[in-house]
C-alpha cells in the first residue's frame, strides 16, 4: 500500500487515542461480571497466579503478534492476511465472529439503558414487591426472619434466579421478579418467542444511534470518546468501591476476604490453569480482530512492543479491582441478610441485574447510586460496541477503498442499522434464550481456534524473522528472542491444550436449569462453525487461484504463504532496513 493511501485511510491523532481506545476495547463487561466469580472459584488470590503466567505466555505474545503486522501494513484483519494469502480465511472468519458478537452486545447496552431509565423513578421498581409484574412469591429480605426457614430464603433470594422456568414456586427478591418478569418477560423456552418488548426495543434503537455518532466519522470521532469512555469507568468503580467501604466495613472485608484470601491447594487443580487461560484469552480480546483493528490505525513507528506488554497488565489489574468492587458490594449485601458471602456470588448478568441492583438500593439516595452504576456498565459495553462495529468497518473500507471510502459514515450507519435488526431476536420474550445460545457457542468453540491458527500461521508461514525484521521497522530495535520461542512453540501450544480442554469439558448450552431441545443445540454448532468456515474455503480458493495450473500443489502452497506485491510497510522504511527486509521476502 502507497503513503498516500495509508494516509487516506486514517490514523490516530496521537498515542493516548490508541491507547484509550484499546484500554476502551479490552475492559468490557467480562471484568464486571465473568472475571471476579471465576476468580473466587478457582482459589481466590491464588488464582492470580496462573492467571499471570498465562498473560506472560499467551496474553503478551499473541497481543504484541496481533499488533505488529496490523500496524506494519495499516491495515485490518479483512485485509491484513496478504502477508500470507493462504490463511486469508482467518480473516473473514473474525469479521463474521464480531458480526455475530455485535449483534447479541448491542443488546446489552439496550438492557443497562433500560435499568438507567428505570433508575430515575422516585422509588426505584426492583425494590418492592407492590408492582403489576409482581407473583404471590416475592419476598422482601427480612420478611418472616423468626422462621425457622428464613435462613434458606434469603438465600434463594441473592441466587440468581436464571431457572426461572423451573422453579416459580421458590420465593424471589423484587429484584429477580423485575429483571425476569419486567426486563426481560421471559418466556418458558426458546421454543416460545413471544412478543418483542417494545421498551427494550426503543433501548435497543438509542444503544444504536449512541454507537453511530460515536463513530459517524469513524477515528476523528471515536478517538476523542473514547478518552471518556474508558476512564469514566475506573471513576465510578472507585466510588462505588469507596462508598461500600464505608457504608459497611465488616461486609466489605468479609467480602474482599472470600475473593482475595488465596486457596493454595487449588493450585493444584488443572481446571484452575484451563480456566485462567480461557479468561486470559477472552479478556484480552485475541481471535476476534479488534486489537489489530485499532493498531492499523497506529503511526508506523508507534513503540507497538511497549503497548503489548503494558495493555495487558492494565487488563489483569482492571479486572482484580472490578473484582474487588464486586465483592465488597456483595459482602455488604450478605452481612445485612446474615449469611455467607459465598451465598451470593454468581457469574454473568445475574451480578450486573439483580445482585448490584438490590445492593444500591440499600445505599442512602438509591437513584444517584443506581444512575451511576448502570451509566457505567452502559459505558463499559460501549467501549467494545464501537471497536467491533470499527471492525467491521475497517473490513470493509480495506477490501472496497474506492468504491467506500467516501461513503464512510453512510457506512456505519448501515452497520448500526443491521446490528440493531439482528438484535430484535434476542429482545423478545425468549430473546434471553437466544442471546445466551450465540454466547455460549461464539465463546467456547470459535476464538480459541482462530487466535490458535492466526499465531501458527503467521509464526511459521510467514515467519518469526519476518515479523522481527518489521518490528526494528518500526519501533528501531529488535526485542528480545524470547519472543520467537513464544510464537513458535509456548503460545501454540498453550492456546491448543486450551482449545482441547474446552471440547473435553463441552456440555451444551443451558440457561439456568432450563435445557434446550436438539434442535438448538444444533443451531449453537452452526453458530460455532459459521466463523471458521472460511478458513477452509481461503485455503482451497487461494491454492486453486495461485501460480499457473500445471505447477504442482507443493509449488503453489509455497507461493500462498509467501506475502503479495500488496504486503508494505504502512510508511517508507530506510532504505537500508528496505534492502534488509527483501532478503527474506
Not at 444511534?209 to 474508558?230: H, N, P
Request: with cysteine; net charge neutral; aromatic share 12%.
Amino acid at each position: 500500500m502507497s503513503n498516500d493511501e495509508g494516509v487516506q485511510r486514517g490514523n490516530w491523532k496521537n498515542w493516548w487515542e490508541f491507547l484509550f481506545s484499546v484500554v476502551g476495547s479490552l475492559v468490557g463487561l467480562g471484568n464486571i461480571w465473568r472475571f471476579p466469580y471465576i476468580c473466587y472459584k478457582n482459589g481466590g488470590g491464588a488464582f492470580l497466579i496462573p492467571y499471570f503466567i498465562i498473560m506472560f505466555l499467551c496474553g503478551m505474545p499473541l497481543m504484541l503478534l496481533e499488533m505488529s503486522f496490523a500496524q506494519y501494513s495499516n491495515l485490518g484483519p479483512g485485509k491484513v492476511w496478504v502477508c500470507c494469502p493462504l490463511f486469508k480465511g482467518i480473516g473473514h472468519g473474525m469479521i463474521v465472529l464480531t458480526g455475530i458478537i455485535s449483534t447479541y452486545y448491542n443488546v446489552i447496552l439496550a438492557w443497562a439503558l433500560y435499568y438507567l431509565g428505570m433508575s430515575f423513578y422516585p422509588q426505584l421498581p426492583w425494590t418492592s414487591c407492590n408492582n403489576d409484574w409482581n407473583t404471590v412469591h416475592c419476598m422482601l429480605r427480612g420478611m418472616n426472619t423468626s422462621s425457622p426457614n428464613s435462613s434458606l430464603l434469603v438465600e434463594n433470594h441473592l441466587k440468581n434466579a436464571t431457572n426461572v422456568a423451573n422453579h416459580t414456586d421458590m420465593p424471589r427478591t423484587p429484584a429477580e421478579e423485575f429483571w425476569e418478569r419486567n426486563v426481560l418477560d421471559v418466556s418458558d423456552g426458546i421454543d416460545n418467542p413471544g412478543g418483542i418488548r417494545w421498551q427494550l426495543l426503543l433501548c435497543l434503537l438509542a444503544s444504536s444511534l449512541v454507537v453511530f455518532f460515536c463513530l459517524f466519522k469513524g477515528i476523528k470521532t471515536s478517538g476523542k470518546v473514547v478518552y471518556v469512555a474508558a476512564t469514566v469507568p475506573y471513576l465510578f468503580l472507585l466510588t462505588l468501591f469507596i462508598r461500600g467501604l464505608t457504608f459497611n466495613i465488616d461486609g466489605a472485608v468479609k467480602g474482599l476476604g472470600v475473593f482475595l484470601i488465596p486457596r493454595w491447594e487449588d493450585l493444584l487443580k488443572f481446571s484452575v490453569w484451563c480456566d485462567a487461560a480461557v479468561q486470559m484469552i477472552f479478556s484480552a480480546g485475541i481471535g476476534i480482530g479488534g486489537i489489530s483493528t485499532l493498531a492499523s490505525y497506529s503511526s508506523f513507528n508507534n513503540n507497538i512492543f511497549r503497548d503489548a506488554m503494558i495493555l495487558p497488565i492494565l487488563d489483569v489489574l482492571t479486572s482484580v479491582f472490578a473484582g474487588c468492587v464486586v465483592f465488597v458490594t456483595l459482602g455488604v449485601m450478605a452481612h445485612e441478610a446474615g449469611v455467607p458471602v459465598d451465598k451470593v456470588v454468581d457469574s454473568g448478568p445475574g451480578i450486573s441485574f439483580i445482585a448490584y441492583p438490590e445492593a444500591v438500593s440499600k445505599l442512602p439516595f438509591p437513584q444517584i447510586w443506581a444512575v451511576l452504576f448502570f451509566f457505567m456498565l452502559f459505558i463499559v459495553g460501549l467501549d467494545s460496541q464501537m471497536v467491533h462495529i470499527q471492525t467491521l468497518t475497517a473490513a470493509l473500507l480495506d477490501n472496497f477503498p474506492k468504491a467506500l471510502n467516501k461513503w464512510n459514515t453512510v457506512l456505519t450507519g448501515v452497520l448500526c442499522l443491521v446490528s440493531f435488526l439482528l438484535g430484535i431476536p434476542c429482545i423478545t420474550q425468549g430473546g434471553v434464550y437466544v442471546l445466551t445460545l450465540i454466547d455460549w457457542y461464539c465463546t467456547s468453540v470459535s476464538v480459541m481456534l482462530l487466535a490458535l491458527i492466526e499465531v501458527t500461521s503467521l509464526a511459521w508461514c510467514y515467519g518469526v524473522d519476518r515479523i522481527y525484521k518489521d518490528l526494528e521497522m518500526m519501533i528501531g530495535y529488535r526485542p528480545n528472542p524470547v519472543w520467537k520461542i513464544m510464537w513458535l512453540c509456548i503460545s501454540p501450544l498453550v492456546v491448543l491444550l486450551i482449545w482441547i480442554v474446552s471440547l473435553v469439558r463441552y456440555s451444551p448450552v443451558t440457561y439456568g436449569e432450563y435445557k434446550y431441545p436438539t434442535y438448538a443445540v444444533g443451531i449453537g454448532w452452526l453458530i460455532a462453525i459459521s466463523s471458521l468456515v472460511s478458513i477452509p474455503v481461503g485455503i482451497i480458493s487461494t491454492l486453486l487461484n495461485t501460480g499457473d495450473n500445471s505447477e504442482p500443489l507443493l509449488q503453489r502452497f509455497r507461493h500462498s504463504i509467501r506475502p503479495t506485491q500488496k504486503w508494505k510497510p504502512s510508511r517508507q522504511p530506510s532504505l537500508e532496513n528496505l534492502e534488509m527486509r527483501k532478503t527474506l521476502i
